[in-house]
């Protein structure tokens, strides 16, 4: 008896496009390099903070650049994408969040993480302003 070839599913290029679903998770994810792109310039100010004044004064100088206002108002939108998909999908992806005896809605989770969100980069900001 012969061997029976295994089942290759043929994959089309182009198949998430089909379907809005992984249109929205595609884009999600196309958003993680522009985060790794703002880890890296933010790693890049911490060194230079550590550096000295010097340091820090030519990064500053470096992000007041036409070009990195840019990269930076670019990065704003994706980032901003990125975080509303993050704390969209979080409910679907943690264990129920049980408080005072009821569950929490997925709708409050997701609000109290993009209110989280907006705190923590108002608090930068003004910490970035007091360095200025």
């Keep these: 008896m012969a061997a029976r070839r295994p089942y290759v599913r043929p994959v089309q ?11 929205r998770y595609m884009a999600r994810e196309m ?18 903070l550590a550096s000295g004044p010097g340091a820090w004064a ?24 990125h975080t509303y998909t993050w704390f969209g999908i979080m409910p679907k ?9 009821r569950k929490v809605a997925a709708a409050g989770i997701t609000a109290a993480g993009l209110v989280a969100a907006a705190l923590c980069m108002i608090a930068l900001w003004l910490l970035a302003g007091a360095f200025a």
């Excluded at 290029?13 to 249109?23: D, E, H, I, K, S």
């Excluded at 992806?93 to 005896?101: F, H, K, Y």
Aim: one cysteine or more; a positive charge; charged letters at 5%.
């Design 13 to 23: 290029a182009g198949w998430w496009r089909r379907n809005p679903f992984f249109v």
């Design 31 to 48: 958003t993680a390099p522009f985060v790794a792109l703002y880890a890296v310039i933010l790693l890049a100010g911490i060194v230079c």
């Design 93 to 101: 992806t943690m264990p129920p969040l049980v408080l005072g005896g």
């Design 58 to 81: 030519a990064y500053v100088a470096l992000l007041r650049t036409p070009g990195a206002i840019g990269v930076h108002a670019l990065l704003l939108v994706v980032l901003a994408y």
